[in-house]
T-cell receptor, first 112, second 114 residues
Framework: KQEVTQIPAALSVPEGENLVLNCSFT??????LQWFRQDPGKGLTSLLL?????REQTSGRLNASLDKSSGRSTLYIAASQPGDSATYLC???????????FGKGTKLSVIP | DTAVSQTPKYLVTQMGNDKSIKCEQN?????MYWYKQDSKKFLKIMFS???????INETVPNRFSPKSPDKAHLNLHINSLELGDSAVYFC?????????????FGEGSWLTVV
């Protein structure tokens, strides 16, 4: 059974810092991996989708990498801003393709 | 224009009651989902429908019954509510499988059972 772990559970950084969020998964037989952002009282917004054949994806200040063999992904946020404060969740697409397995998320606080 | 909308956003009800949460998507997607996020923040799939047919039914008490009247709607009905049902319920949709397509979430329905 696929399990997804995100470390750390919470992270606080000063504005302007570059930071890395980590995600690991137990079963490397994945179709894809997605990073989401969840704001308090809101739903999830998809940030980046990496297919299993890809190594990374970039969108603006965000860069997500995938190392399927080691069961790891990282989300790199450059020049962090207070508006980046949110919970970031990692999810993997499992065989069957109709469901995602989520981690618990990393709560990021960017201090002005 | 909200892509995935669910109502109500907040619901407080007593144990033993029956309640429904409605979900609608205007993205033209053919697959819809219900996820539950518990107090520990774990987000878990409950149900998935593709073209109105149930394709995923995780280990969920049979007090929970999804209903999909058409591809754009997936409602969740809960009978005999229990304290442990208190959680945030998210509706979501995607086009086809999640093999290559991203998933869109609603803003959640906060259910509190007292």
């Amino acid at each position: 059974k696929q399990e997804v772990t995100q470390i750390p559970a919470a992270l606080s950084v000063p504005e302007g810092e570059n930071l890395v969020l980590n995600c690991s998964f137990t079963d490397s037989a994945i179709y894809n991996l997605q990073w989401f952002r969840q704001d308090p009282g809101k739903g999830l917004t998809s940030l980046l989708l990496i297919q299993s054949s890809q190594r990374e994806q970039t969108s603006g200040r965000l860069n997500a990498s995938l190392d399927k063999s080691s069961g790891r992904s990282t989300l790199y946020i450059a020049a962090s801003q207070p508006g980046d404060s949110a919970t970031y969740l990692c999810a993997v697409g499992t065989p069957g393709s109709y469901q995602l397995t989520f981690g618990k998320g990393t709560k990021l606080s960017v201090i002005p | 224009d909200t892509a995935v909308s669910q109502t109500p956003k907040y619901l407080v009800t007593q144990m033993g009651n029956d309640k429904s949460i409605k979900c609608e998507q205007n993205l033209g997607h053919d697959t819809m989902y219900w996820y539950k996020q518990d107090s520990k923040k774990f987000l878990k799939i409950m149900f998935s429908y593709n073209n109105k047919e149930l394709i995923i039914n995780e280990t969920v008490p049979n007090r929970f019954s999804p209903k999909s009247p058409d591809k754009a709607h997936l409602n969740l009905h809960i009978n005999s509510l229990e304290l442990g049902d208190s959680a945030v319920y998210f509706c979501a949709s995607s086009q086809g499988s999640l093999l290559r397509n991203t998933i869109y979430f609603g803003e959640g329905s906060w259910l509190t059972v007292v």
